[in-house]
């Protein structure tokens, strides 16, 4: 949520060594059905690995449900596989009203971004402009339409379940968004899973611990 390519910018360098490398757009919707066949609409290949992290895999999820086929290889990282929980559900339109208000920066600063990486990187004040300079790049209205796609989304299990393809499940040993626990309930759900939490990353793993993830990917890719 709230970020943009930079969020992968480390594996997009080192894997175009041996995949093309496509980024999609998941601003533009306000449903994760939407966003998926926005994905699926646009991407240049008619079969791929596909990768997501944190809404991304919940966005890749819904690919995954509308499209099983073209779906070759699925990487989830610190991601959640089931509906919002009526908690976090209340919590959203507060944070909306709160960004159209002019407050958005508050909001990234001050509920976000705590949440997002290990004790070791929360002082890494070049790690938090970056995140920082996503989110405020892309504004208030994508972080509503956001905001209510994750609201009110579906629990994606079905589309895990009887998937048998190569699967790597990856998230950091701190992610309090979600945690470890949570991936390896998607682990049981799936065929064929790889899981591997990364040691002293919180939930931005790509970024906190870019050469471990992507080692982690390109196994993934080339096994």
């Not at 990364?198 to 611990?209: F, R, Y």
Request: glycine residues 6%.
């Amino acid at each position: 949520m709230m970020c943009d390519a930079r969020l992968f910018e480390p594996q997009i360098e080192a894997l175009s060594e041996v995949a093309d490398v496509w980024v999609g757009d998941i601003t533009r919707h306000r449903t994760m059905e939407a966003l998926a066949a926005a994905v699926l609409e646009e991407a240049p290949f008619p079969r791929f690995a596909l990768a997501g992290l944190s809404m991304g895999g919940i966005v890749a999820m819904s690919v995954l449900a509308q499209a099983p086929a073209r779906v070759m290889r699925l990487a989830l990282l610190d991601t959640n596989h089931l509906a919002e929980t009526p908690e976090r559900r209340a919590l959203r339109q507060p944070q909306i009203d709160r960004a159209k208000a002019g407050q958005l920066r508050a909001v990234l600063v001050d509920e976000m971004k705590p949440n997002y990486l290990g004790p070791a990187h929360r002082s890494d004040q070049a790690l938090l402009d970056r995140v920082l300079a996503m989110g405020m790049g892309l504004g208030p209205a994508v972080f509503e339409r956001q905001s209510l796609a994750l609201r009110d989304r579906p629990d994606s299990s079905g589309a895990l379940e009887g998937y048998e393809r190569p699967t790597l499940l990856l998230c950091g040993e701190h992610d309090v968004l979600c945690p470890p626990s949570r991936h390896a309930a998607m682990a049981s759900l799936l065929q064929n899973a790889d899981l591997v939490v990364v040691a002293g990353a919180g939930h931005l793993t790509t970024l906190e611990a870019p050469m471990e993830v992507t080692a982690a990917l390109r196994r993934w890719l080339l096994g």
